[in-house]
């Protein structure tokens, strides 16, 4: 692939922010394919929230930046599991 990878916060409509989903990738349906190998299903996009260039500390300093994973790395990064490929 030869886009750069972005990170995404996914948050399903009506969620609070805890509840959302931090991925990086290399485009939205990356991002998508990615959450579904974890076992996370979005079978309509337009039920989700999805914002593009995200921090951790942009989303909850004090919850979710010390609770994710390297987001400089193509995968999901909240909610952590391990690192790799």
Not at 38 to 52: L, M
Request: net charge neutral.
């Amino acid at each position: 692939m030869s886009e750069p990878l972005t990170s995404f916060w996914i948050l399903p409509h009506g969620s609070i922010q805890t509840q959302g989903f931090g991925v990086t990738a290399f485009s939205v349906d990356d991002a998508f394919r990615l959450l579904r190998e974890r076992g996370y299903d979005f079978p309509d996009r337009n039920s989700v929230k999805i914002e593009p260039g995200v921090r951790p500390t942009d989303l909850d300093p004090k919850h979710i930046a010390p609770n994710c994973g390297p987001t400089v790395l193509r995968g999901v990064w909240y909610p952590f599991s391990k690192v790799g490929a």
